[in-house]
């Protein structure tokens, strides 16, 4: 069941910070009521059960939050695809949401004024995050990281902040377009770390401006 997350001052008000905590040994069943035939399909590509059930409770509390948002039934709610994959809502265009997930957690944004955009990363304490600093830190972040959890909150910030854009990381330079300890981040866009998962990581970011919800 989706649990909303309390602001505190961190974010905009207008924006609807969402966490679902997943059972990964739950059966698929349990969280496949409002999904599509389509979504259904796509849940049964994945190899692991594991997975099959974390993408089937992401979605299924993405559509029951949604459905409550726009006052419908969720199994009828329509997702269309838009530039670099990002979904947007049939009939609903100024409704901003974002879906990440992890391990066994799920994090949703919504917002019907402002773009917004979510990572979350469960924290593998295995990583070698040296050998991957260079894909996604530019050099000034690289030399200002000490911890695996630097390398995270620098990861999921980043994330989170190309998905408000709706870039994506597959666009132009990724990760390394983005330099935090300079602080060059996309112009009309702010983030905020989380630190409301144990043994995760993860990041809001939202468009600055309100009433410039684009997708």
Known sequence: MPVRLANLGRWPSDIELWRV????HKQTRDFE????PDECDRMTRYKRTADQVRFAAARSSLREILGERVARDPAELEFKIGAHGRPWLAGYPHVSFNVSHSGERVLIAVSVLRTVGVDIEEINFALDWRALSDTVCVKDEASQMVSLHDFYRCWTAKEALLKATGAGIGVGDGLKSIDLA??????GFDFVRLDDFDG????????VDASACTL
């Open 200 to 207: 995760y990581a993860a990041a809001l970011a939202f468009g």
């Open 33 to 36: 009521r409002f999904l599509s």
């Open 182 to 187: 300079n602080g060059r981040i996309p112009s």
């Open 21 to 24: 905590d997943v059972d990964v």
